[in-house]
């Protein structure tokens, strides 16, 4: 590596400041708080929509690459489409939120599998995304390990 990034170090500060929220519903719920239902929902809202921001992030790249596929913008409004759908158990009343948010979690750990597969980001960002990925994924996992505590 010869030292140089496309990333600023505000890009990379925000990125890992995005962790933040996922760690303060976690300690809301191992403090017993009284809002811990709401934090593990809260915590839901935003993996799925940190989940859909990735969607937008890949659409970005393949329009700006100007050599996407059609399977390059099916592949970026997939993490909308999932997020909802996971969603929906808690809508309904069915069995949540604990596997939709191990669902989700898995979905955000791998998710730079599809960074990889598209080509299209620069590897700074790319070895930014693992990072970030690895601990909002893990972090989600988490949630969904104390969801019976909480439900």
Do not use: K, N
């Amino acid at each position: 590596m010869d030292g140089q990034t496309s990333l600023t170090p505000a890009a990379r500060m925000l990125g890992y400041a995005g962790l933040l929220p996922q760690m303060f519903c976690i300690v809301m719920i191992l403090a017993g708080h009284e809002w811990r239902y709401a934090a593990l929902a809260g915590g839901f809202a935003y993996a799925a929509a940190i989940f859909s921001f990735l969607g937008g992030v890949w659409w970005g790249q393949a329009l700006a690459s100007g050599r996407a596929t059609t399977g390059a913008y099916i592949l970026a409004v997939m993490p909308s489409l999932l997020a909802v759908a996971l969603f929906l158990p808690w809508s309904f009343g069915w069995e949540w939120p604990g596997p939709a948010l191990f669902y989700l979690g898995a979905l955000i750990l791998g998710s730079p599998l599809i960074d990889r597969a598209l080509g299209f980001a620069a590897p700074d960002f790319l070895r930014l995304r693992w990072q970030l990925s690895a601990g909002l994924g893990t972090l989600t996992l988490v949630l969904g390990m104390l969801a019976p505590q909480v439900i």
